[in-house]
């Protein structure tokens, strides 16, 4: 009998530590529902996804950046220049008399898109060539998007977008927000990607040992471009969604996004020394993020203290993933 028992609390302890964030989430998630009727309502929780989403998805481009043993601090400022090209596209076009508003916005849409990924293509020449670190090079980027965006829109929001365009960001597909669909549909297929595929082995290969990556045939340098790229073009996704829900592209759009984001992955369990990390963790960590800034809002917690538990939460939170991660001396 007492052996059963110690099997049984042996078998609950392993469940904990093997998913603490999960079962941290699931405790906070209770009390705030104990403390606010209103927070378990599938409208509350349709909102928490859908706000979660427009970072989210940056979220797990992130995450396959992070694991390759690298960063990238320029995503909110593609956010915001992508949301900028999309309407000063549209606009222009219109105004030019060359196509109308409601099919030049998806010319904008193409050439942002394409302006991402030369984005992130130039970053991983420039690490992958020069040696420069991505910190820097990301951290430069974030700087220099921002002034661009800032020029061409002259410091204003621009609003040349015709109505349609309002549904990808602000529209419902049965009752679920799009952005939440196209959230769940970005996870799969990088859960795909980095679970099921010669690549995604190869991103954690590279992430833990470049030098055994190399050996073992792996081309790190590919590898690390691809990676950059696929983060900068899921930032112009996000980008685009922004614009579409406020109907207006900004050079305000997207500042301090890299933090959250990098957060949520941080939370989730990877390694800013690469090789470590899960998608799902990823989703965890932006489900955690979302759900404690929603239940801090629906019990009016004054918005400086909500900075201060956040971030005490997020601290606790990436203590007890190290420690289970540390190898035991």
């Known amino acids: 009998m007492k052996l059963e028992i110690r099997t049984a609390n042996n078998g609950i302890r392993m469940i904990i530590n093997k998913y603490t964030l999960e079962c941290i989430l699931l405790v906070i998630s209770i009390a705030i529902a104990l403390m606010t009727p209103g927070f378990l309502t599938p409208s509350n929780l349709l ?8 970072q989210g998805v940056i979220a797990f481009g992130m995450t396959m950046v992070i694991i390759a043993g690298e960063i990238d601090l320029s995503i909110g400022s593609t956010v915001a220049l992508t949301g900028v090209i999309i309407a000063l596209t549209s606009g222009s076009l219109a105004k030019a008399g060359i196509m109308p508003m409601e099919t030049g916005v998806i010319v904008g849409i193409v050439l942002a898109f394409v302006l991402a990924a030369l984005i992130g293509l130039f970053n991983g020449w420039l690490l992958t060539t020069f040696k420069i670190p991505s910190f820097i090079i990301t951290l430069a980027m974030l700087n220099a998007l921002y002034g661009i ?13 015709p109505r349609w365009y309002n549904m990808l960001g602000a529209g419902h597909i049965f009752s679920i927000p799009i952005p939440a669909i196209i959230l769940v549909i970005v996870f799969i297929i990088i859960s795909v990607i980095m679970n099921r595929t010669k690549f995604g082995r190869a991103v954690y290969a590279v992430g833990g040992n470049p030098e055994a990556a190399r050996l073992s045939g792996i081309n790190v340098r590919r590898v690390k471009i691809t990676v950059m790229i696929a983060v900068q073009v899921l930032a112009a996704l996000s980008g685009m969604l922004v614009s579409s829900q406020v109907m207006a592209g ?15 992955v941080i939370i989730g369990g990877a390694s800013l020394f690469g090789g470590i990390g899960k998608v799902w963790g990823t989703f965890i960590g932006l489900a955690f993020l979302g759900v404690l800034i929603n239940g801090m ?10 900075y201060v538990v956040r971030g005490l939460l997020i601290l606790a939170a990436v203590l007890i993933n190290t420690m289970q991660t540390q190898p035991k001396q």
């Not at 900004?250 to 949520?264: C, D, H, K, P, Q």
């Open 47 to 54: 909102n928490i996804l859908r706000n979660i989403s427009l």
């Open 149 to 161: 965006t800032a020029i061409i829109s002259k410091g204003f929001p621009v609003t040349t977008l």
């Open 250 to 264: 900004s050079s305000t759009f997207g500042r301090g996004w890299e933090l959250n984001v990098i957060a949520s």
């Open 297 to 306: 809002t629906l019990l009016n917690i004054n918005e400086y203290v909500q």
